[in-house]
């Protein structure tokens, strides 16, 4: 077996590869093919636990969010082949480097530009693994294949491309203004055989009158020889978590009307600089009546009721992220609304930051004082724990349940209630013997040191991600049904289906010589 690929590229980040590679994943899965997304290099925060293929490996490995999405559309099992190097910013100028799922540390030590040698023979192994064992592999590019100041030491885009012989759809965002013109100077930008592998450009994100982009088509038609093989329409709530930014920095209502319920909440996670894992908030976006916001100042915190929640997310760099949240005042506004009764929740690097102190003696992340509203102290430790996690929220005496009045606490509802998710930290986070000692106590939540809450039950720290994409947690905290993934797969399917050109997918899989 040797599968066809078909690559999309897009003229920019963000020009829509990723939702347009997931939605391609689960069109041809629906046509009976067995089908393997694949995307050389990401670099992203936002990243999942999965199945890793190295023997010695223990617990898994790391690959991009949207890799892992598009896994599932594809109806196929994450691994990290699918994106065998990922990057996750650290900082401005530094990343963290995971190759086949594990964290190197001399690829993260080298230079750049260096880097391309050492990663290029996996990458392509990878890739020719997933070619062996499926019909169709549907590669992402990254950013633009036209970068010409790194064609020299391309990994992701065009030199994948040339490897495999795919079949390439290059996407524009056209909302952003400019398009034929980016889609002609990126073709325009690359070597005569990579042009050649370009089959159909996208329009992404439209809206108007279709008709006025005439004569543009067909002059462009004329000037590349690549036609335009689908216009897409705008589309704001397809439902597939973003890769990468804050999806939504207003205040977003939730499918349905606010006043059905009888206590409307609005959920504010705060936007740091290193926050990650942000893409495990999307089914929040569709919980009826309620507004989540992503904040980034006190002043968006000011008008809130305790039955209004606080979200700390995950960090890339808990400590850098916890002195930023300071310096804007956040750490008081935090504080008050937990005084208040208000329900705040961290997860794994905002847990981290809940608790009274970061203990660093290997580098890795540096040392800081916590928020104080946990008694808790993490020490960061040189192995990474990455493993999916399977669990039960505790119901016996050091439960929620026991802890709280449920009249009150935002979370008393998970007392009992079955959890999965993923862990990516470095920290171990344990009870403070002086606070315990002391009578200021936490009481577990989840076995395991994954998860504590306050004595007054309102603060609540856990190491699991993804809680909020387990269908029984968004039943207990909501009494919710939000649209599953594989309606949302089948939705993208339909989208892309209706607005190609008739054919045009159906030839991208068929014979070299087959015309667009």
């Not at 963000?14 to 069109?27: D, F, N, P, Q």
């Not at 042009?195 to 982009?213: E, M, P, Q, S, T």
């Not at 079955?418 to 606070?435: D, K, M, N, R």
Request: hydrophobic share 45%.
């Amino acid at each position: 077996m040797t599968a066809r690929c078909v690559m999309v590229l897009g003229t920019t980040s963000g020009a829509g590869k990723s939702w347009v590679t997931t939605a391609l994943c689960r069109y041809y899965a629906r046509q009976g093919l067995k089908v393997a997304p694949f995307k050389a290099q990401n670099m992203s925060n936002n990243a999942r636990v999965v199945a890793s293929k190295n023997a010695g490996d223990v617990g898994g490995g790391e690959i991009g969010s949207a890799q892992y999405f598009q896994a599932l559309a594809a109806r196929a099992v994450p691994d990290v082949r699918m994106n065998p190097l990922l990057l996750k910013p650290e900082r401005d100028t530094h990343s963290q480097v995971v190759l086949m799922g594990q964290v190197s540390e001399a690829l993260t030590a080298m230079p750049w530009r260096g880097r391309s040698a050492h990663v290029w023979p996996p990458i392509a192994q990878a890739l020719d693994d997933l070619r062996a064992e499926n019909d169709v592999v549907v590669i992402e590019g990254a950013g633009s294949p036209a970068e010409i100041n790194l064609s020299n030491s391309d990994i992701v885009n065009m030199r994948v491309a040339m490897h495999c012989k795919a079949q390439c759809l290059l996407v524009t965002d056209i909302d952003r203004g400019g398009a034929f013109a980016h889609l002609y100077g990126t073709w325009a930008l690359l070597p005569e055989a990579e042009r050649g592998l370009i089959k159909g450009y996208v329009l992404n994100k439209f809206r108007g009158d279709a008709a006025l982009l005439a004569p543009a088509p067909q002059m462009l038609l004329d000037l590349t020889g690549v036609p335009i093989v689908a216009t897409l329409p705008m589309w704001w709530q397809h439902g597939l978590p973003e890769e990468d930014g804050v999806f939504d920095m207003s205040s977003t209502l939730g499918g349905g009307d606010a006043s059905t319920l009888a206590k409307p909440r609005v959920v504010c996670v705060i936007a740091y600089p290193r926050m990650s894992n942000l893409d495990e908030f999307q089914p929040l976006k569709n919980v009826p009546g309620l507004h989540l916001k992503w904040v980034r100042s006190p002043a968006e915190l000011a008008s809130l009721k305790p039955n209004d929640w606080i979200i700390l997310p995950g960090s890339k760099n808990t400590s850098g992220d916890l002195a930023w949240l300071r310096s804007q005042g956040l750490d008081r506004a935090v504080a008050d609304h937990a005084a208040l009764g208000g329900a705040v929740l961290g997860i794994c690097g905002g847990l981290q930051m809940l608790g009274e102190a970061l203990i660093d003696t290997h580098g890795i992340d540096g040392n800081a004082p916590g928020l104080g509203l946990l008694p808790l102290v993490t020490v960061f430790a040189q192995d990474k724990t990455v493993q999916y996690t399977q669990t039960r929220f505790l119901t016996n005496t050091e439960a929620i349940a026991d802890a709280v009045d449920a009249d009150v606490s935002a979370w008393a509802a998970l007392a009992g209630t079955p959890v999965s998710g993923y862990e990516i930290h470095h920290g171990l986070t344990t009870q403070h013997s002086a606070f315990a000692k002391a009578g200021n106590f936490t009481r577990a939540v989840l076995p395991n040191d994954l998860g504590w809450v306050n004595a007054q039950g309102n603060v609540l720290g856990l190491y699991l991600h993804g809680m909020f994409e387990d269908p029984a947690v968004l039943q207990a905290l909501f009494g919710a049904n939000v649209p599953t993934l594989d309606f949302v797969f089948d939705g993208l399917a339909d989208y892309i289906e209706k607005h190609f050109e008739s054919g045009v997918l159906d030839a991208l899989i068929a014979s070299p010589s087959a015309p667009i």
